[in-house]
């Protein structure tokens, strides 16, 4: 529960019948054992005053207090009588003249007799009902009589009142600072309010045209972030100087539990089971509102409301699982000139509500992490808060359990919350036209996209920030720029256009996505001499590496296949393999072991995907389609140095870049190549003992490539055949190395023995083969002759996806990813009209 703010709802602790109690207890502490009231008179002065304490149901020991209080003569009956039946206590009931006449006859007399009740209701029409409690009780006994000032006139009264506007139904939630307002007719200007919840007194604050005559418009403001969690029940109480009063209803109102968060803290937050919501409440002190949601478990949308409860704004959680709501510092100043309420802070509400259809609230709970602060940052395994401001190379980050502490830029990953897309696509009336290339990821930062004809699109695009960013797209068509419109129609112009989407974050930092559009043919040759060799579905990948990398040059390889057939081969048996201890979730179910520890069979959806050439057209996956031929003007000792850094290779007790160099080199395979192809076949921490010469039985002989280490089930596994092909070649039983053996330098009884004599090996059994790419290394699909399928290097259904960022990676580091390299891609009849998707 949230702690009550004392200065705004604190019940009234001095309400009339309270101060009388107090008044009651200090004249018993203060009493001189001589009573003021005897015998007879001190009977009727106490059963007065018990009947009237029944009219608002005060307790014995209140009743008792007043009792003994009169009887010391400390203030009279008819004052306790006058508090009772003027106090917001009983006034709430909304006694109308006959039924305060029946209540003031039957506490003076003990009875309700029809004359007095008369005769009470006549001088209520001239008289004010202080002056008729003071003239009744007066005629029971003059020992009885108000002691203070009554009037003598009707006083202020109330003619009417009306609601304008109540509070929120009760399927509502309701926060914040709420205003009732309406008008009331009145004679005078003596009139106060009282507010009840739950038939409890609590702190309203009214405001209404004081001095006019006739009809006063109020405003009634109170704040809810006191009220317990549930549905309460709202009254007001206007009273008038008359001592009467009017009761209007205020309406009913469902307030949420809700979770204190705090500015720059780290929050574990959850929509229980069972629960559609989760409430927050942020005091964002001095400061604008930032609050951002990571680690989504489900989808959900948030919402921000502002001090008074009403809706800043309203985003839904993106596909990475991020949400952020952001809002301006209120002006709490003008709060309290408005409302009347002292000390209002900068609270903001949040609600994060399952959404419809992706999570019913039964389903179990959403869970998610909350970050109150403008950056966000993933550091070490965890989320954490990023402080304003920074040293040059440090951030200052406070993590979930609060604390603070500093870490160097380069180590830590500030998450896309700000000016950040968080989708971006084209949309064209035209079924089954697909979207930007590739689908929208945070990561990619330029998409392309190929349309056959002219034609009329729409630009869908988000951003994290949602309602709080803006947008800015402009297209621009040789050297002219028109501005789009997001989700307005737009006619592609003929030929490239390049359409720039900005998003202007809620604090004024912009970020931006380019979209390369290829409209029929080029102005260029791109199209006739290069993307007429593919299939269409190719189009929009290879447009836009052309356009991020002009020196790039593409081959199509018809293999004169559908893509039904090879994906119907390649999940076959042990030929497309995964480790189920890291991606158990692309393992075909039923699947036996088919090497150790745990290579399972992949699913079909996950051999298809990465069977898809057309999934890897981004810069890091293109290269697994790269001719693998050594190319001194590309391949250097530097860029190798950048692959094995960090792995077991990566030594002075052995020079392995020369050795990898010069073993390209004689093999005319990049030297790149062999590298990835050493740290995806033994491990980046080297835990195979071929790399290590250490098989039992086989001690000083090397296989850094697993040549020969076939998937089985028997002893020793695949590592064993690999020792025995090192020593003996083919056929380790003969114990005999044959002369074209002997060209690969077997037996590989030194490191650098090894490594050459398998780059040779490669390259006679795949590089001079044709199988001159990662690609069809790892999927035997060439039409040459030979029966496909079955001369594949690789059973690791990613083996190729893997070692394609081995490649780009070292490029990038020698800055030679814009070298003139040349992609050879495989093309199959029949391609499926989806792609891109992984279980």
């Known amino acids: 529960m949230l702690k009550r703010r004392p200065e705004y709802f604190a019940v009234f602790a001095l309400s009339a019948i309270a101060a009388i109690v107090v008044a009651i207890l200090t004249a018993i502490s203060l009493d001189t054992g001589t009573p003021s009231l005897s015998g007879k008179r001190e009977q009727d002065a106490a059963q007065i005053v018990l009947r009237a304490s029944d009219l608002i149901g005060l307790g014995n020991e209140d009743k008792l207090a007043a009792v003994m209080q009169v009887s010391y003569g400390s203030y009279s009956a008819g004052d306790f009588v006058l508090s009772v039946m003027t106090s917001p206590e009983y006034l709430i009931k909304s006694p109308d003249d006959k039924q305060f006449a029946k209540d003031l006859c039957n506490v003076i007399y003990g009875t309700v007799d029809d004359g007095v009740v008369a005769g009470i209701t006549q001088a209520l029409g001239s008289y004010n009902r202080m002056m008729v409690i003071d003239d009744v009780i007066s005629q029971n006994d003059r020992k009885f009589a108000v002691t203070g000032r009554t009037g003598n006139g009707p006083g202020s009264v109330i003619t009417g009142i009306n609601i304008d506007q109540g509070l929120a139904a009760d399927d509502e939630y309701t926060v914040g600072i709420k205003e009732i307002s309406g008008s009331f007719s009145a004679t005078g200007d003596e009139i106060r309010t009282d507010l009840f919840v739950d038939g409890a007194l609590y702190?309203?604050?009214?405001?209404?045209?004081?001095?006019?005559?006739?009809?006063?418009?109020?405003?009634?403001?109170?704040?809810?972030?006191?009220?317990?969690?549930?549905?309460?029940?709202?009254?007001?109480?206007?009273?008038?100087?008359?001592?009467?009063?009017?009761?209007?209803?205020?309406?009913?109102?469902?307030?949420?539990?809700?979770?204190?968060?705090?500015?720059?803290?780290?929050?574990?937050?959850v929509i229980e089971k069972g629960q559609q919501t989760a409430w927050f409440i942020l005091d964002s002190e001095d400061s604008d509102c930032y609050v951002n949601f990571a680690g989504i478990s489900e989808k959900i949308s948030v919402s921000l409301y502002d001090l008074s409860g009403k809706l800043i704004g309203t985003n839904a959680s993106t596909s990475a699982g991020y949400a952020a709501l952001r809002a301006k510092k209120q002006d709490t100043d003008k709060a309290v000139k408005e409302t009347g309420i002292p000390g209002v802070s900068n609270c903001f509400y949040i609600c994060a509500r399952r959404i419809e259809g992706d999570n019913e609230a039964g389903s179990g709970e959403v869970s998610f992490k909350m970050v109150q602060s403008r950056d966000v940052a993933y550091h070490e395994g965890k989320y954490v808060s990023v402080a304003p401001g920074k040293t040059e190379d440090r951030y200052t980050l406070t993590d979930e359990l609060g604390n603070e502490y500093q870490a160097d830029k380069d180590k830590v990953k500030i998450l896309p919350f700000n000016a950040s897309l968080s989708h971006l696509d084209i949309k064209s009336i035209n079924a089954g036209d697909k979207g930007v290339y590739p689908s929208f990821d945070v990561s990619e930062d330029k998409y392309g996209y190929y349309s056959a004809v002219v034609k009329e699109?729409?630009?869908?695009?988000?951003?994290?920030?949602?309602?709080?960013?803006?947008?800015?797209?402009?297209?621009?068509?040789?050297?002219?720029?028109?501005?789009?419109?997001?989700?307005?129609?737009?006619?592609?112009?003929?030929?490239?256009?390049?359409?720039?989407?900005?998003?202007?974050?809620?604090?004024?930092?912009?970020?931006?996505?380019?979209?390369?559009?290829?409209?029929?043919?080029?102005?260029?040759?791109?199209?006739?001499?290069?993307?007429?060799?593919?299939?269409?579905?190719?189009?929009?990948?290879?447009?836009?590496?052309?356009?991020?990398?002009?020196?790039?040059?593409?081959?199509?390889?018809?293999?004169?296949?559908?893509?039904?057939?090879?994906?119907?081969?390649?999940?076959?048996?042990?030929?497309?393999?995964?480790?189920?201890?890291?991606?158990?979730?692309?393992?075909?179910?039923?699947?036996?072991?088919?090497?150790?520890?745990?290579?399972k069979a992949a699913k079909t959806e996950v051999v298809s995907y990465y069977l898809d050439p057309r999934n890897f057209f981004t810069d890091k996956r293109i290269f697994m389609f790269e001719l693998l031929g050594f190319d001194e003007s590309v391949h250097t000792k530097d860029g190798l140095k950048r692959i094995i850094s960090g792995s077991f290779m990566d030594t002075d007790d052995f020079d392995y870049v020369t050795t990898i160099y010069n073993a390209g080199r004689q093999a005319g395979v990049s030297p790149y190549c062999l590298a990835g192809r050493i740290i995806q076949e033994m491990g980046f921490s080297g835990r195979s003992a071929l790399c290590k010469g250490t098989v039992t039985g086989y001690e000083g002989y090397y296989n850094f490539y697993n040549i020969g280490s076939v998937s089985t089930t028997k002893e020793g596994g695949a590592t064993v055949l690999g020792a025995k092909y090192a020593k003996w070649g083919r056929e380790p039983e003969k114990e005999e190395i044959s002369e074209a053996e002997a060209k690969l330098l077997l037996p590989w009884n030194t490191k650098e023995k090894a490594i050459t004599g398998g780059a040779l090996w490669i390259a006679s059994g795949y590089i001079d083969k044709g199988q001159n790419t990662l690609y069809f290394q790892k999927f035997d699909v060439l039409d040459d002759g030979t029966v496909r399928y079955n001369h594949q290097y690789a059973q690791n259904i990613m083996m190729a996806y893997t070692e394609a960022l081995r490649y780009y990676n070292s490029y990038d580091s020698i800055n030679k990813t814009d070298s003139a390299f040349v992609f050879v891609i495989p093309v199959y009849s029949d391609m499926p009209a989806e792609y891109g998707y992984l279980p």
């Open 203 to 269: 702190r309203g604050y009214l405001k209404y045209d004081k001095g006019s005559s006739g009809t006063k418009g109020f405003v009634l403001a109170l704040d809810t972030a006191g009220f317990d969690p549930g549905d309460h029940e709202v009254s007001i109480l206007l009273r008038s100087s008359d001592g009467r009063g009017v009761t209007v209803a205020g309406g009913k109102v469902r307030i949420p539990k809700k979770e204190r968060v705090e500015n720059f803290s780290v929050e574990d937050g």
């Open 457 to 599: 699109i729409t630009i869908e695009c988000e951003s994290v920030e949602g309602y709080a960013a803006k947008y800015k797209i402009t297209a621009e068509n040789n050297g002219s720029k028109t501005e789009i419109q997001p989700g307005k129609p737009f006619t592609l112009s003929e030929g490239e256009t390049v359409i720039k989407a900005e998003v202007i974050s809620f604090d004024g930092q912009t970020g931006s996505c380019d979209l390369y559009v290829l409209t029929g043919k080029d102005s260029g040759n791109f199209f006739e001499e290069t993307l007429s060799q593919f299939p269409e579905s190719y189009y929009s990948g290879l447009w836009l590496m052309h356009c991020k990398h002009p020196s790039y040059r593409f081959r199509a390889y018809n293999t004169n296949v559908s893509f039904a057939e090879a994906l119907k081969a390649e999940t076959t048996g042990n030929r497309s393999l995964v480790s189920n201890g890291h991606y158990p979730q692309y393992v075909k179910e039923g699947s036996p072991v088919y090497d150790k520890p745990d290579w």
